[in-house]
């Protein structure tokens, strides 16, 4: 009895060494991009590194920044939600990257509620907040926004689902703009004009202009196949609401979500 005791505890130690190995050898890491890419970074500090024959040696590893999210989700591999650092025109500042919607690697550029909607060009304010915690409105500027060809639209932290269109977006007034939804090959229309606007905000080439004050800078996206798909109008102070439309519908009461704006 005591013999098979014995092999019994010999065993479960010799296992228990096995495991410990094994998680050491997991948690053993070549790199400082494979500490970040698998959640093991904890910030600016000196690690212990394992080259190819498993050796240790120490290195320091830092913050590494990128342009865009875009580049955050190609280099790093990452596919978290969040708000990360960029490095853009030699400035480091936050965004909110949405890394699991339409392909990930998006970058928040803007995000109007309709509590306070602010210019389309504001650029960052003390108030910035990308997480949207605070639900404060904010507008990046030209220079602010990454590098990109592509652009959607969402509510909140979120793109709508399967929209995307090859466009780069600017803060200014944009021109009737025919633009294709790389999913479904819809055509959409996008608009912005400090001057005027058109009827309903379904901005047509051939749709006449209208030029009520307080329906100009509107931001509309919209097509003929998906009527009322995007259009915040900022300078609204009238019995419709800034946040005139969405997904389809328009809205008859104050709304809470931002109307937001993503690039890649």
């Not at 400035?91 to 699991?100: L, Q």
């Not at 409105?137 to 590098?147: C, K, M, R, Y």
């Not at 004050?213 to 800034?242: E, H, M, P």
Request: with cysteine.
């Amino acid at each position: 009895m005591i013999k098979y005791l014995t092999l019994l505890i010999l065993l479960i130690f010799s296992n228990n060494i096995k495991a410990e190995l094994f998680v050491k050898k997991k948690n053993r890491f070549n790199s400082c991009e494979q500490l970040i890419q698998t959640g093991n970074y904890k910030g600016e500090r000196n690690y212990t590194l394992y080259n190819e024959n498993n050796e240790p040696f120490e290195e320091y590893c830092e913050t590494p920044y990128y342009s865009s999210c875009k580049e955050i989700y190609n280099q790093l591999q990452t596919r978290l939600n969040g708000v990360y650092e960029i490095i853009n025109n030699n400035k480091i500042y936050p965004v909110y990257c949405n890394m699991t919607d339409n392909g990930g690697g998006w970058t928040m550029v803007v995000a109007q509620y309709e509590n306070n909607p602010i210019p389309w060009d504001e650029g960052r304010q003390p108030d910035y907040d990308p997480s949207l915690e605070t639900k404060q409105s904010f507008a990046l500027s030209n220079e602010d926004i990454p590098q990109h060809s592509e652009i959607s639209y969402g509510q909140d932290l979120n793109l709508k689902q399967n929209v995307a269109f090859n466009h780069v977006y600017q803060t200014g007034n944009i021109p009737i703009t025919e633009i294709i939804n790389k999913y479904d090959n819809v055509s959409f229309y996008i608009h912005r004009n400090e001057s005027h606007y058109f009827a309903d905000h379904k901005a047509r080439p051939t749709a006449r202009k209208y030029y009520s004050d307080q329906w100009t800078s509107t931001l509309t996206i919209d097509s003929t196949a998906v009527s009322n798909a995007f259009a915040f109008s900022r300078k609204q102070n009238g019995n419709i609401y800034t946040g005139y439309a969405y997904d389809g519908r328009r809205d008859s009461i104050v709304d809470t979500n931002a109307w937001v704006v993503w690039v890649r």
